[in-house]
T-cell receptor, first 109, second 114 residues
Framework: GQNIDQPTEMTATEGAIVQINCTYQTSGFNGLFWYQQHAGEAPTFLSYNVLDGLEEKGRFSSFLSRSKGYSYLLLKELQMKDSASYLC??????????WGAGTKLIIKP | IAGITQAPTSQILAAGRRMTLRCTQD?????MYWYRQDLGLGLRLIHY???????GKGEVPDGYSVSRANTDDFPLTLASAVPSQTSVYFC?????????????FGPGTRLTVL
């Protein structure tokens, strides 16, 4: 079967750094996406990795290791507005996105 | 309009009733998707359409049907609603299928079946 694992919930302090991990087992791999979803809103795109390594985009970075079936999203200089759920999704052999359940990130002042 | 719109925003429905959730996009994207999102579970694909005139079944298609008569519209129909279909439904679109198929989401429809 196909499986995406993420921690259910994480807590961090404003101004700090947090790393959200995602491990996956899928039938095929055509890239990994990270989305942000604020409570009651739609998911919005954050990042995409298809090759191994780190992709940096402002305060957010995403890392991929295809051999380990592993990715992480790194958020720096945390702000209160970063309180949201972060969804990991893998594009499988049919280019369909398989979604993790999401990690709820709570930012404390 | 810009992006994807969904209607209604929310709905309370009696079990056994028929319901159509509407989705319209103005980005001329080829592919469209319907997901449901339930607490503690990831987004689950109900149906998809890679291009106008074609549709396919996702992970949880039972009890739902879709049509794709044109590029812009992708309605989802519940023929006879049941309480287990209580969920938040998201419509999404992507320019194409294939590598880098970033999906854009509508605001969602919150459906309660009693």
């Amino acid at each position: 079967g196909q499986n995406i694992d993420q921690p259910t919930e994480m807590t961090a302090t404003e101004g700090a750094i947090v790393q959200i991990n995602c491990t996956y087992q899928t039938s095929g791999f055509n890239g990994l996406f990270w989305y942000q979803q604020h409570a009651g809103e739609a998911p919005t795109f954050l990042s995409y990795n298809v090759l191994d390594g780190l992709e940096e985009k402002g305060r957010f970075s995403s890392f991929l290791s295809r051999s380990k079936g592993y990715s992480y999203l790194l958020l720096k200089e945390l702000q209160m507005k970063d309180s949201a759920s972060y969804l990991c999704a893998v594009s499988d052999s049919n280019y369909q996105l398989i979604w993790g359940a999401g990690t709820k990130l709570i930012i404390k002042p | 309009i810009a992006g994807i719109t969904q209607a209604p925003t929310s709905q309370i429905l009696a079990a056994g009733r028929r319901m159509t959730l509407r989705c319209t996009q103005d980005m001329r994207h080829n592919a469209m998707y319907w997901y449901r999102q339930d607490l503690g579970l990831g987004l689950r694909l109900i149906h998809y359409s890679n291009t106008a005139g074609t549709t396919g079944k996702g992970e949880v298609p039972d009890g739902y049907s879709v049509s794709r008569a044109n590029t812009d519209d992708f309605p989802l129909t519940l023929a006879s609603a049941v309480p287990s279909q209580t969920s938040v439904y998201f419509c999404a679109s992507s320019e194409n299928t294939g590598t880098y198929n970033e999906q854009f989401f509508g605001p969602g429809t919150r459906l309660t079946v009693l």
